[in-house]
């Protein structure tokens, strides 16, 4: 290493350097647990019987609002970004468990894959993709703005290659957003090569926004994009777009689920005679729910209005159960009505996201969080014995965030709802 370091390398030499010395750690099994287990709020369908669960805490204060993702190989991969302060330098750490989350690697942080927010996608071709945000304060930050960037790996995670969302393309200046996830749609001219789709926005309040969203469309693995594709969404014009901190679902039968956050200072904001408790910042934003039936051609809103959830609810993320049930995982983020604190919560749907049910059979995953944010955040993948493993972030006592790793299972229902 130490003849490396005395060239000159390029930003993606240094990523593949670095990976290969983040690769070494040794997988171990995790000292520390604790059995906290997942509680059910107002049953109706599903047994009231708290869930047995086991909580592995990952990693060290101020990591913060991870992402997991269930490898083509079995493998299981969490991916957060560490807050750094003084200088702020934000960046991306990863675990990995070979065992079904019984046991994590140890901590490997990623200096050099620089952002925040990271959501990974396992592409069918093999490829990694991880979309991130990079603030404007980020001591790294020299363009005076905020944007998106993408990161994508062809060798399992062990090194990486950066595309910055914009500038070109997009007004001066101008702040760019990501969806969370990649979803991939059939390949009429390969059935065995899916089209790996992107949507891009822009982020706050501007003339003709709808003008700058699209779907990116990628063929080989992200390493190129067809940026061409513009989806009619209504003209939708709210501060982070149409996706800006947003998640895309397609379910099987080809119809497409794909819900936005609605920024409290909009036009689109106000729940009927709804009110809003004590909030402050953005923790008041909310969630919206769309459809497509024709593969993200067009878009509309469920019942004309397509509210989704309450206020301070959002982060949204489906998963298709072995069973064929859909489930949402998403962040109670201000105004708790369910009598926890905020973090992680779950939803269960029967009708694969035709209908949801917000009061009841509400599944509270995690709900340790101390202080007014930083709870919850995380997703949750399946195995194929049917266990699930979540992921969430939380604020301690020590009014720091930190990160777990949480393996349970399904609640079983009722003999007679």
């Not at 906290?36 to 990591?63: C, H, N, Q, W, Y």
């Not at 200088?87 to 468990?97: I, K, L, M, T, Y």
């Not at 790996?153 to 702040?175: C, I, M, N, Q």
């Amino acid at each position: 290493m130490s003849s490396l370091t005395n060239r000159r390398l390029s930003r993606r030499q240094w990523i593949s350097v670095s990976a290969s010395l983040a690769f070494a750690t040794q997988i171990r099994a995790t000292e520390k647990h604790s059995n906290e287990p997942v509680l059910i709020k107002k049953s109706k369908r599903l047994s009231a019987k708290p869930i047995s669960a086991v909580r592995t805490p990952l990693g060290i204060p101020e990591d913060y609002k991870p992402w997991i993702t269930r490898l083509n190989n079995g493998d299981l991969m969490i991916t957060c970004f560490h807050a750094g302060r003084e200088p702020f330098d934000e960046h991306a750490v990863f675990w990995r468990s070979t065992d079904g989350g019984e046991t994590w690697s140890d901590r490997m942080p990623r200096k050099d894959v620089v952002g925040r927010e990271f959501a990974t996608t396992q592409l069918t071709s093999g490829a990694i993709v991880m979309t991130c945000h990079f603030l404007t304060q980020d001591s790294r930050n020299t363009d005076g703005y905020a944007y998106s960037k993408l990161f994508h790996s062809h060798d399992d995670g062990k090194t990486w290659k950066e595309t910055r969302v914009g500038p070109a393309g997009f007004p001066e200046k101008r702040p760019t957003n990501t969806n969370r996830n990649v979803f991939e749609l059939p390949n009429p001219k390969d059935p065995q090569k899916p089209i790996a789709c992107l949507g891009i926005s822009t982020s706050g309040y501007h003339d003709n926004k709808a003008n700058y969203t699209s779907i990116w469309q990628s063929v080989d693995g992200a390493e190129t994009w067809d940026k061409s594709w513009k989806p009619d969404t209504q003209n939708w014009d709210d501060y982070d777009g149409f996706f800006g901190q947003s998640y895309t679902y397609r379910s099987p039968s080809g119809k497409m689920l794909h819900v936005v956050r609605v920024d409290r200072r909009g036009k689109y904001w106000k729940l009927e005679d709804k009110q809003l408790g004590k909030e402050g910042g953005d923790q008041g934003d909310r969630m919206m729910i769309w459809k497509s039936i024709d593969n993200g051609k067009s878009w509309t809103r469920p019942h004309g209005h397509g509210d989704f959830g309450s206020y301070g609810e959002m982060y949204p993320r489906f998963l298709k159960l072995n069973d064929g049930r859909l489930l949402l995982t998403f962040t109670v983020r201000s105004n708790p009505y369910d009598g926890h604190a905020l973090g992680l919560r779950g939803l269960i749907s029967y009708d694969d996201g035709d209908s949801w049910d917000f009061e009841n059979d509400r599944i509270i995953i995690d709900y340790k969080n101390q202080g007014p944010s930083g709870g919850g955040y995380g997703n949750t993948v399946q195995l194929d014995n049917g266990s699930l493993v979540s992921t969430y972030s939380y604020r301690g006592a020590d009014n720091k965030t930190h990160v777990e790793a949480i393996k349970w299972s399904l609640p079983d229902e009722k003999t007679n709802p």
